[in-house]
Nanobody
Framework: QVQLVESGGGLVQAGGSLRLSCAAS????????MGWFRQAPGKEREYVAR????????DYRDSVKGRFTISRDNAKNTVTLQMNSLKFEDTAVYYC?????????????????WGQGTQVTVSS
């Protein structure tokens, strides 16, 4: 069982930055691939970024490449999403998720545990 708690959301002007953190409980954090997803009002939840168990493999959706960076610290049981050059269309509730699969996936249904989400609002 893994419990995930996101933090770091807020209101920021376009072009600004935010750093989201996800703290995981449990002793087996390094056994999970991690992902960040987001959901804007009236839209489907969508994949944002993913990272492998050891942090070597990372991947991003095209619209955030070069602006967002995912990282993890297995000693601290945390995964972070650094978001720079934020755009209005990045506004959404952001969720971190844990997957027991060997490699991280972009498919939300394949994640086993989810946080409660943190709101990111970018003003234009």
């Amino acid at each position: 069982q893994v419990q995930l708690v996101e933090s770091g959301g807020g209101l920021v002007q376009a072009g600004g930055s935010l750093r989201l953190s996800c703290a995981a409980s449990g002793r087996t954090f390094s056994s999970y691939a991690m992902g960040w997803f987001r959901q804007a009002p009236g839209k489907e939840r969508e994949y944002v970024a993913r990272i492998s168990r050891n942090g070597v493999i990372t991947d991003y959706r095209d619209s955030v490449k070069g602006r967002f960076t995912i990282s993890r610290d297995n000693a601290k049981n945390t995964v972070t999403l650094q978001m720079n050059s934020l755009k209005f269309e990045d506004t959404a509730v952001y969720y971190c998720a844990a997957s027991s699969r060997v490699l991280p996936t972009v498919i939300a249904l394949l994640y086993d545990y989810w946080g409660q989400g943190t709101q990111v609002t970018v003003s234009s």
